[in-house]
């Protein structure tokens, strides 16, 4: 939710039976072609801000561009990731998405203020290497990784610092690049 924010303005006015109207192609910052090609997406959330991402483990493209896809989601509390695991488990089960996330999707939640198989905060998880460790992957890679972020401003700012001072680029909708942010939820 955006304070005064345009989408969320006439998103709290929506009332049962009202139209919407929703378009082919997706737009915003969260989508493939902002990016430039890789092998590897890592879809990195913190909180609500794994909403967006269901969506992009439904779509068949997303496992046409990618050998691997990394969905993290990090909470405080165990009891916050519910979402995202039945969401995982879900697929799973579904006829068409079950094979390819099998071979394709890794789910790995975290949380930082309760003891869970995996702690910690997805910065450090990502600089220590024990996010790659864990899931039996390579560590990050400039040439192969390609990253989509969405949660807290603070989580959003860490990562952006980190991913720059390793030379990935920033995407947009003008310029593909290693990384696009999901801006919705950052503070002004």
């Known amino acids: 939710k955006v304070q005064d924010g345009p989408l969320t303005s006439k998103l709290q006015k929506i009332r049962e039976g009202d139209t919407i109207l929703v378009g082919r192609k997706a737009t915003g910052t969260l989508i493939t072609d902002n990016l430039i090609p890789g092998k590897r997406l890592m879809l990195l959330s913190t909180g609500t801000g794994l909403a967006p991402f269901a969506s992009l483990i439904k779509d068949p493209e997303v496992y046409d561009r990618y050998d691997q896809i990394l969905l993290v989601h990090g909470c405080r509390q165990v009891s916050e990731l519910g979402y995202g695991e039945e969401l995982v488990?879900?697929?799973?089960?579904?006829?068409?998405?079950?094979?390819?996330?099998?071979?394709?999707?890794?789910?790995?939640?975290?949380?930082?203020?309760?003891?869970?198989?995996?702690?910690?905060?997805?910065?450090?998880?990502?600089?220590?290497?024990?996010?790659?460790?864990?899931?039996?992957?390579?560590?990050?890679?400039?040439?192969?990784?390609?990253?989509?972020?969405?949660?807290?401003?603070?989580?959003?700012?860490?990562?952006?610092?980190?991913?720059?001072?390793?030379?990935?680029?920033?995407?947009?909708?003008?310029?593909?690049?290693?990384?696009v942010i999901e801006k919705a939820f950052v503070e002004r």
């Open 89 to 179: 488990a879900k697929l799973r089960d579904d006829e068409l998405f079950g094979p390819l996330l099998s071979e394709k999707l890794s789910y790995y939640p975290t949380v930082t203020r309760e003891p869970f198989r995996n702690r910690g905060r997805i910065t450090d998880l990502i600089t220590s290497n024990q996010l790659f460790t864990d899931l039996h992957q390579g560590p990050l890679d400039i040439e192969t990784d390609r990253i989509m972020m969405c949660g807290s401003p603070a989580m959003l700012e860490e990562l952006k610092q980190l991913f720059e001072t390793r030379g990935f680029k920033e995407g947009s909708g003008n310029t593909p690049g290693h990384f």
